[in-house]
């Protein structure tokens, strides 16, 4: 899996951003930036002001709108202060004031800071006709199925795609971590999951990520399997060569195994360490995802032993 390392660790932060979707304009800039650019794809130009409080609030509505939109349209800011004879030009009486642009002409426009869903009513008269391409949403839960059939490569491929257009992205950040974990990258995924700024700490997504971390590092730790193998088998009732085994079993990828084991071990020693078979089994599932095959059929087989 050397080419998904080879992918992911060129990144300075689990992604870039897509610069040429947003830009700061100027009077110099204009024709190139919004007038030619708007032949081959529509424009949004922002007229706002340092000292604009709506500017404040409209702005990054509408970078996050754009962004989402992945391409079928651009954005460009015109700070009126810096360039007050283009402002002038296009009559812009106050800000924010939006103009759309569109085969190298004025297509819409609208003056202050708008709610969301007009917003996005503004955005799509703008690209109607255009091919709209797959959301956010939609790359995630690919990226999702292709880590749950075992395509580690094609999840990586698009975690990153979705980074380098959204480098805050938690589901993308935990996504290509777990990617990592998965084929036996631990300390990548550790180095990468050290990274997360600091408020997504606690985004279920992040939290998930750091679970299938420590759990890898706490299997891996274990020892050989095949050590592991031999102690089960030499003592079938002690519930730690069980634990243990079950343990190893993960860090060699044989998850269904290690759950089979573990519940198991459940069934005959509910108690043991304060149910840790339980605890270590909901770290599994929480691990691979709410939504993965291991997951749903373990959490059944769980819940009838602990309803039993």
């Known amino acids: 899996m050397d080419s998904l390392i080879g992918s992911s660790a060129n990144q300075s932060h689990l992604g870039a951003s897509a610069a040429d979707l947003i830009k700061d304009g100027s009077t110099e800039s204009f024709v190139a930036d919004v007038m030619e650019a708007s032949a081959s794809v529509p424009v949004i130009v922002d007229f706002w002001a340092p000292w604009c409080g709506p500017c404040k ?18 954005m460009v800011k015109i700070n009126v202060d810096e360039n007050q004879n283009l402002a002038a030009q296009l009559r812009v009486q106050s800000v924010p004031t939006v103009y759309a642009f569109k085969d190298g002409r004025p297509f ?9 869903s007009q917003i996005r009513g503004f955005v799509q008269r703008l690209t109607a006709g255009a091919d709209a391409p797959p959301s956010i949403a939609d790359m995630v839960a690919a990226a999702n199925q292709a ?21 805050d992205n938690p589901a ?5 971590i777990r990617t990592l974990v998965a084929v036996g990258q631990v300390d990548t995924a550790k180095a990468f999951l050290d990274r997360v700024p600091g408020n997504l700490t606690n985004n279920a997504d992040i939290a998930a990520a750091r679970t299938a971390v420590e759990l890898a590092l706490s299997s891996q730790a274990v020892g050989p399997l095949d050590d592991l193998k031999r102690k089960a088998d030499a003592a079938p009732n002690d ?4 634990f243990d085994l079950a343990l190893g079993l993960y860090a060699a990828g044989q998850t269904e195994d290690a759950i089979d084991v573990l519940l198991d071990l459940f069934q005959s020693h509910r108690a043991w360490n304060e149910q840790a078979a339980k605890t270590q089994l ?25 309803f039993a």
């Open 108 to 116: 819409d426009a609208f003056t202050g800071a708008l709610p969301e």
């Open 172 to 176: 993308a950040m935990g996504g290509l």
């Open 282 to 306: 909901l770290q599994i599932f929480e691990a691979l995802g709410h939504e993965h095959p291991l997951t749903l059929a373990g959490r059944r087989r769980l819940s009838s032993l602990l």
């Open 239 to 242: 519930p730690q060569a069980r």
């Open 57 to 74: 609030q409209l702005t990054p509505l509408l970078e996050r709108i754009v962004r989402e939109a992945r391409g079928t349209v651009r």
């Open 147 to 167: 880590l749950t059939e075992g395509d580690a490569q094609a999840a990586a491929d698009l975690f990153q795609q979705i980074l380098s257009e959204e480098p």
